[in-house]
């Protein structure tokens, strides 16, 4: 598995080892088509690593262009704008997505400097409907490497003929909780925003799927390639599918907290409940529970 990372930067490789160890599977099965620049669909369970599957690769060549390693001579200055698009339509997820991608590119530049190959910073913005307007004129000033954003706030970007320019520089799009979005309008407005931002890059950009949940997956993978026109006809864009999932072992108990619902004691079931909801809130680290009212469950 650790041979998938040997593409990476030094720095990245030292971080990731350190930080990790070996990759978790939607890492060791997605990174390879990923770093072929491949339409990539990735489903794997939550807390599984798929967020950072996608975005490393990413970091990796955004690091690359900002030391002057590719794609052209060294110290010659690059056009200004969003290498980097994530979109997720959980506007709380986003926040959630850039406090964690702090971590690993303060580690990464750490670990760079350590090993005597500085990296320069990247920088990292979220525009959503409650971003300041003085911010979101901040951002069309100096566009960020990496933007993370919803459906809504993508589209009204893309309405700005000042503010879209900052998309031609896109290299990769993220498109998180993507079952979200597959079969609905909003997922149809997605899809042709998304196109749009190819239209004003003028070059293919890769697009990367994530979900845990999400089924079926060739249908998904469709909706995330989108169609592009080959000899006047239009044909869905190969995506390649990354099936991580796994079938979680479960111990499912059905339980009753009287034997005879038809004689309880003062006339209610809670003298009967709160005990046994008690015990089970006190022997285990996390408990759900599900209730007809706010009132009932507090």
Known sequence: ??????????????????????????????????????????????????????????????????????????????????????????????????????????????????????????????????????????MVKHPPDILITTPESLYLILTSPLARGMFRTVRTVIVDEIHTLVGNKRGVHLALSLERVVELAGHPIQRIGLSATQRPLDKVARFLGGYEQHDGAFAPRPVTVVDAGMIKPMDLRVVTAVEDFSDLPGGSIWPAVIPQVMDQIESHRTTLIFANSRRQAE
């Open 1 to 138: 598995m650790s041979d998938v990372l040997s593409p990476f930067l030094p720095a990245v490789q030292s971080w990731f080892r350190a930080t990790f160890g070996p990759p978790t599977p939607p890492q060791a099965l997605g990174w390879p088509a990923i770093q072929r620049g491949e339409h990539t669909l990735i489903l794997s369970p939550t807390g599984s690593g798929k967020t950072l599957a996608a975005f490393l690769w990413g970091i990796d060549e955004l690091y690359r262009e900002a030391a002057g390693r590719t794609g052209s001579e060294k110290g010659e200055r690059q056009e200004k704008g969003v290498r980097l698009l994530y979109v997720s339509p959980l506007k709380a997820l986003n926040n959630d997505v850039e406090r964690n991608l702090r971590a690993p590119l303060a580690g990464i530049r750490h670990v760079a400097k350590e090993q005597g190959a500085p990296l320069p910073p990247l920088s990292v913005t979220v525009r959503t409907g409650d971003t300041p307007q003085s911010a979101r004129q901040q």
